[in-house]
């Protein structure tokens, strides 16, 4: 099955930083989901993006879809050690007859407090 | 609560033995969906099922079985013939198939061990 390319595999910052990750496909997407998983449990919806070139915030956290349809970013403000997770991108196929959702391979993101 | 129940939370498996992983959603969405989850890779889908008494192979279906007799249930049973068991299995809901600003809500997993 198709995967994303989702950048960087881990991430160990100080508490306070900023954080950015992003995947990118040599397809062109619909949607794109972004989704933190704590250990242990299921992943947890953060953004929805519907719109080429679309920005959306949730607090700390910003994500936008490319203007290609073929990327997207996430960026997180200010980090803290509830932030520590796995973040995953899922991306949505234009023209894709059903609604599979195709998932990156996540981002480690540890915070030292 | 709104929202979606996997149990057990855990499960082993013994040698050639079936086991059943339950999810229940009571969020009313008509699509269901099963993915499995190794160490380091991302989420891949083993079955999928839009309304009632359908559902679809996805891209590791092979010995696994699903069946969805009633909207909100959407059983996984992991046979023996599925070699390499051991995994986090994640279930999965939306609201249906068409719809512009499809979301996957999630359950909480099920680790399964092989004994």
């Known amino acids: 099955g198709q995967q994303l390319n989702q950048s960087p595999q881990s991430m160990f910052i100080q508490e306070g930083e900023d954080v950015s990750m992003n995947c990118t496909s040599s397809?062109?997407?619909?949607?794109w989901l972004w989704y933190k998983q704590d250990p242990g449990e299921g992943p947890v919806l953060l953004i929805a993006l519907y719109k080429a070139g679309e920005l959306t915030s949730n607090g700390r956290l910003t994500a936008q879809f490319g203007i290609t349809r073929k990327d997207s970013f996430l960026n997180i403000s200010a980090s803290i050690p509830s932030d520590v997770g796995i973040y995953f991108c899922?991306?949505?196929?234009?023209?894709?007859?059903?609604?599979?959702?195709?998932f990156g391979t996540g981002t480690l993101l540890a915070v030292q407090p | 609560d709104g929202g979606i129940t996997q149990s057990p939370k855990y499960l082993f498996r013994k040698e050639g033995q079936n086991v059943t992983l339950s999810c229940e959603q009571n969020?009313?969405?008509?699509?269901m969906y099963w993915y499995r989850q190794d160490p380091g890779q991302g989420l891949r889908l083993i079955y999928y099922?839009?309304?009632?008494?359908?559902?679809q192979k996805g891209d590791i279906a092979e010995g696994y079985s699903v069946s969805r007799e009633k909207k909100e249930s959407f059983p996984l049973t992991v046979t023996s013939a599925q070699k390499n068991p051991t995994a986090f299995y994640l279930c999965?809901?939306?609201?249906?198939?068409?719809?512009?600003?499809?979301?996957?809500?999630f359950g909480s997993g099920t680790q399964l061990s092989v004994l």
């Open positions: 397809s062109i997407f619909n949607t």
């Open positions: 899922a991306g949505q196929l234009r023209g894709g007859a059903t609604n599979k959702l195709i």
């Open positions: 099922s839009q309304i009632v008494n359908d559902f």
């Open positions: 999965a809901s939306s609201i249906g198939p068409g719809r512009a600003d499809e979301k996957l809500f």
């Open positions: 969020l009313n969405h008509d699509a």
